[in-house]
């Protein structure tokens, strides 16, 4: 495993240098890594490694949304109100709508099976947006009108409303019966995260307050915290509905707004961590990708995606109506909502694995989802913030 984590960070390294001279993201560089370590060409990663490769993705995304958390002030959130809330399904349900529309004739799959590979391709990452978005925000640019805080909290709901999506329409395609109750879980899983998250937070501060300790222990703490959120979202998920990754990211908020001091003194321990973070959660995301897959997949499967991503644009222009957003700044909220990755990696292949007869084009459209828009999504918001946002003033 030693070596394997050598060559990683070795290649990526170097890799993302490249691409950076380039003018181009040095996510690419990430995936490309991922993908030429990867078992489907090279094969040199340590099977450990792989082994542990979904734990090692869901640390970064804590880091990442914790960071974010640090760094979201609720009042700026509230003074965005209606466009964030419609953010978090709107452009979902657009994608998977499109999805059913054009690819039953132009893949030859059933309307439900069009559904399943929606829900799997709509989910927005994370872990490429909030990045951004907080380079964005200690730039102060788009910061006035709220912009970036909206894109960055509203993709972290997304991801749980196209994952309930997706749970109904493969439960449907395996046989089963989907109730009311199943789409009551979106709420109510955002409703239990936000509760936990808020409380676990608020009780932090008063404790951090009261009993002094380095900021490195402080920081371990938030993070166990932090993983303990998303391991009781799989303990009681046959209980009670709870989004997790919420959960983080309302913690990280809630500090912000009652222990201001220590967030600003934590943040940038997270923004080192990440450092290393990343290029583990985009090389072992690359890794996942089969390229047979993608260059099997022929024109059709790259036409169904964009036409897709033109439905999503459509569902985020729908959002941004009736607000103040200049026709520059909600263009850019389209191309920021753009960007697919770590969602893909995790539940593109199961389909396959749970035997329906879409596994196969769902998981190469999943791959191509990801090799088209994460390099396009990051370079259309490092290329577009300075010329479509303002700085505040």
Same mark, same amino acid.
């Given at each position: ?10 290649? =990526? ?30 094969? #040199? ?8 490769? *979904? ?24 003074? *965005?109100?209606? %466009? ?10 657009? $994608? ?14 059933? !309307?439900?099976?069009?559904? *399943?590979? +929606?829900?799997?391709?709509? =989910? ?35 991801? @749980?409303?196209?994952? @309930? ?11 089963? $019966? ?5 789409? @009551?879980?979106?709420? @109510? ?13 608020? !009780? ?28 009781? $979202? ?40 990440? #450092?290393?973070? $990343? ?15 993608? =260059?099997? =997949? +022929? ?31 909600? !263009? ?26 879409? +596994? ?6 999943? *791959? ?6 994460? %390099? ?18």
């Amino acid at each position: 495993m030693l070596t394997s984590l050598a060559l990683i960070f070795l290649l =990526a390294l170097s890799l993302a240098y490249i691409f950076t001279k380039l003018k181009l993201p040095a996510l690419i560089g990430m995936l490309l890594t991922g993908i030429i370590l990867g078992p489907y060409v090279l094969d #040199v990663l340590s099977p450990s490694l792989l082994s542990i490769s *979904v734990e090692l993705r869901r640390i970064a995304l804590v880091i990442i949304l914790m960071r974010a958390g640090l760094a979201l002030d609720i009042k700026d959130l509230k003074k *965005v109100g209606r %466009p964030a809330i419609l953010m978090c399904f709107v452009p979902a349900c657009c $994608e998977i709508a499109g999805m059913m529309l054009i690819a039953p004739s132009l893949l030859d799959i059933s !309307l439900l099976d069009a559904a *399943v590979m +929606g829900a799997v391709v709509a =989910a927005v990452s994370p872990a490429i947006i909030v990045p951004r978005m907080l380079n964005l925000m200690e730039k102060k640019i788009g910061t006035s009108r709220s912009i970036p805080q909206m894109i960055m909290a509203s993709g972290s709901v997304d991801d @749980v409303f196209v994952i @309930v999506l997706f749970t109904a329409f493969t439960t449907l395609s395996l046989g089963g $019966e989907v109730s009311a109750s199943s789409f @009551v879980q979106i709420p @109510v899983s955002i409703f239990t995260g936000l509760l936990l998250g808020v409380a676990i937070g608020w !009780l932090m501060s008063k404790y951090f307050k009261k009993f002094h300790m380095r900021d490195s222990i402080k920081l371990l703490i938030m993070m166990s915290f932090a993983f303990l959120f998303l391991q009781a $979202e799989e303990w009681l998920k046959d209980l009670l509905p709870l989004s997790g990754l919420l959960a983080v990211m309302a913690m990280g908020a809630t500090i912000l707004k009652d222990y201001p001091v220590l967030a600003k003194r934590i943040s940038p321990k997270y923004t080192k961590l990440w #450092v290393a973070a $990343e290029i583990l959660l985009f090389v072992l995301v690359g890794a996942t990708v089969d390229i047979k897959y993608a =260059a099997a =997949a +022929g024109l059709m499967s790259i036409a169904v995606i964009f036409i897709a991503l033109m439905f999503r644009m459509i569902g985020v222009f729908f959002c941004m109506l009736k607000t103040k957003l200049t026709m520059r700044e909600r !263009l850019f909220c389209m191309i920021a909502y753009l960007p697919k990755a770590t969602v893909q990696a995790a539940i593109g292949s199961l389909p396959l694995a749970m035997g329906l007869p879409c +596994g196969q084009i769902v998981l190469t459209v999943a *791959v191509l989802a990801i090799l088209i828009t994460a %390099p396009l999504g990051a370079f259309g918001i490092d290329m577009t913030y300075k010329v479509l946002l303002k700085e505040k003033e």
